[in-house]
């Protein structure tokens, strides 16, 4: 079993910021990748940006720029420094991880159960 806890989120004024993180733990022999999307209300879920364990990024336009994602492969740790928010912005925040457990053989996929946040005009 995998438990993906994430904070941070919240409501913040346009041009404020805010930093996401999302703990891993439980059944994880490797973490391949981890990484944040998000789901505006009426709006499929979208990637936001995401990190390897080798440390490359990959990031959505509307972001790049002023979002920022690390991570802390000693702790399973992944953040999102948010900066000059925008109204846009504001949706529910999914944290996503790509591994391989301990024992079954493969690569898995589990999801957060998500962190509002709410920029406001």
């Known amino acids: 079993q995998v438990q993906l806890v994430e904070s941070g989120g919240g409501l913040v004024q346009a041009g404020g910021s805010l930093r996401l993180s999302c703990v891993a733990s439980?059944?994880?022999?490797?973490?391949?990748?981890m990484g944040w999307y998000r789901q505006a209300p009426g709006k499929q879920r979208e990637l936001v940006a995401v990190?390897?364990?080798?440390?490359?990024?990959n990031y959505a336009d509307s972001v790049k720029g002023r979002f920022t994602i690390s991570r802390d492969n000693a702790k399973n740790t992944v953040f999102l420094q948010m900066n000059s928010l925008k109204p846009e912005d504001t949706a529910v925040y999914y944290c996503?991880?790509?591994?391989?457990?301990?024992?079954?053989?493969?690569?898995?996929?589990?999801w957060g159960q998500g962190t509002q946040v709410t920029v406001s005009s």
């Open positions: 996503n991880l790509d591994y391989r457990p301990w024992v079954v053989d493969g690569l898995y996929d589990y």
């Open positions: 439980g059944n994880i022999f490797s973490i391949n990748a």
């Open positions: 990190i390897t364990s080798g440390g490359s990024t």
